[in-house]
T-cell receptor
């Protein structure tokens, strides 16, 4: 079935770049999403990429998609303490539902 | 302000009681969803509704029930049949149906003892 995998934890220093990785299994995915969840809150849509794109940049965020390897990444430039959160990738699979990864906790050290 | 509201933020219940979680949206979205989130896990879909008076089971519907009598509202009832009800519950809505981006409410943390 459809599956989305992420590493569980990433720690970086303030000012460094963060790269959060995600792999998925459904080759028919049309859209792939990145969401951010701060403690005790709902999910906030950060950005998304259509499956016929390789890259999308939005201010400090860069999304890279390798469709052949079914690999998605989110790069956050100049990471700030306010970026500390859980980041979820999600794919719109062929069942028409969003499938979420387990989430990557990003810890930003001052 | 447009958005999705969930109430209450925290809810405590005794085992064996049914409890209803509220979700309201004023975004004029057609589709609404309920997810459950457990620590270290992604979101799991409980129920979803693409139109008023219609809803479908998600991946973990057992022990839950929903209704969609109005476009703005999609309440979730956690019944006593749900084996492990303690979790964080998230409601979401979507403007174009199930595949488009979803917008989330702030969540309700349910604790059953």
């Amino acid at each position: 079935g459809e599956d989305v995998e992420q590493s569980l934890f990433l720690s970086v220093r303030e000012g460094d770049s963060s790269v959060i990785n995600c792999t998925y299994t459904d080759s028919s995915s049309t859209y792939l999403y990145w969401y951010k969840q701060e403690p005790g809150a709902g999910l906030q849509l950060l950005t998304y990429i259509f499956s016929n794109m390789d890259m999308k940049q939005d201010q400090r965020l860069t999304v890279l998609l390798n469709k052949k390897d079914k690999h998605l990444s989110l790069r956050i430039a100049d990471t700030q303490t306010g970026d500390s959160a859980i980041y979820f990738c999600a794919e719109a699979g062929n069942t028409g539902k969003l499938i979420f990864g387990q989430g990557t906790t990003l810890q930003v050290k001052p | 302000d447009g958005g999705i509201t969930q109430s209450p933020k925290y809810l405590f219940r005794k085992e064996g009681q049914n409890v209803t979680l509220s979700c309201e949206q004023n975004l004029n979205h057609d589709a609404m969803y309920w997810y459950r989130q457990d620590p270290g896990q992604g979101l799991r879909l409980i129920y979803y509704s693409q139109i008023v008076n219609d809803f479908q089971k998600g991946d973990i519907a057992e022990g839950y029930s929903v209704s969609r009598e109005k476009k703005e509202s999609f309440p979730l009832t956690v019944t006593s049949a749900q084996k492990n009800p303690t979790a964080f519950y998230l409601c979401a809505s979507s403007p174009e149906g199930i595949v488009s981006e979803q917008y989330f409410g702030p969540g309700t943390r349910l604790t059953v003892t």
